[in-house]
Antibody, heavy 119, light 106 residues
Framework: QVQLQQWGAGLLKPSETLSLTCAVS????????WSWIRQSPGKGLEWIGE???????NYNPSLKSRVTISVDTSKNQFSLKLRSVTAADTAVYYC?????????????WGQGTLVTVSS | SYELTQPLSVSVALGQTASITCGGN??????VHWYRQSPGQAPVLVIY???NRPSGIPERFSGSNSGNTATLTISRAQAGDEADYYC?????????FGGGTKLTVL
């Protein structure tokens, strides 16, 4: 059974860098793309971006200038960095496995991490 | 960016059939996926590529997609089906989600 376990700092000040990591177990890491998705309090889902095992990435154009998604194949982990955060970046952040090949759906999700940006 | 429109809320009587729509420009030409999200939980994929159910999802869940509207149908609705439901597509190398629909089972 594939499991995604995520962790990272939950409280940030404005202008700091958000950093989250997601560890994958129970399945292939190299055969998939891996994604980050967030959900602001009481709001819908927003796709942040994705990476495959070789570091090929796609990002949401609205966040692209501040986002980096990287992978560590030796540990079956992938990470999210979001620079210069503001209160608008307060959200629950999820990591997820990309399924459905060219149509990108998400079949396994991490437990979510609430990140709060406040001075 | 590609816009997906969902009703904010849908109500269904216990045991009846609920339909949740997802509107988008020529959405019938795209693969649509559906997720269920209970409070405090991560989303769960319930339908992928318009009509396919992942293992473990009951046959009561079905999907269709044509023209400008995709639909998630939940037959014989149960109290446990109460949740938020989101549609999603992949367009221009980005994922787009609908705003979500709160399903209430009466």
């Amino acid at each position: 059974q594939v499991q995604l376990q995520q962790w990272g700092a939950g409280l940030l000040k404005p202008s700091e860098t958000l950093s989250l990591t997601c560890a994958v177990s129970g399945g292939s890491f190299s055969g998939y793309y891996w994604s980050w998705i967030r959900q602001s309090p009481g709001k819908g889902l927003e796709w942040i971006g994705e990476s495959n095992y070789s570091g090929s990435t796609n990002y949401n154009p609205s966040l692209k200038s501040r986002v980096t998604i990287s992978v560590d194949t030796s540990k079956n982990q992938f990470s999210l960095k979001l620079r210069s955060v503001t209160a608008a970046d307060t959200a629950v952040y999820y990591c997820a496995r990309v399924y459905c090949s060219t149509a990108s759906c998400y079949d396994y999700w991490g437990q979510g991490t609430l990140v709060t940006v406040s001075s | 960016s590609y816009e997906l429109t969902q009703p904010l809320s849908v109500s269904v009587a216990l045991g009846q059939t609920a339909s949740i729509t997802c509107g988008g420009n020529k959405i019938g030409s795209k693969a649509v996926h559906w997720y269920r999200q209970s409070p405090g939980q991560a989303p769960v994929l319930v339908i992928y590529r318009d009509t396919n159910r992942p293992s473990g999802i009951p046959e009561r869940f079905s999907g269709s997609n044509s023209g400008n509207t995709a639909t998630l149908t939940i037959s014989r609705a149960q109290a446990g089906d109460e949740a938020d439901y989101y549609c999603q597509v992949w367009d221009s190398s980005t994922a787009a989600f609908g705003g979500g629909t709160k399903l209430t089972v009466l």
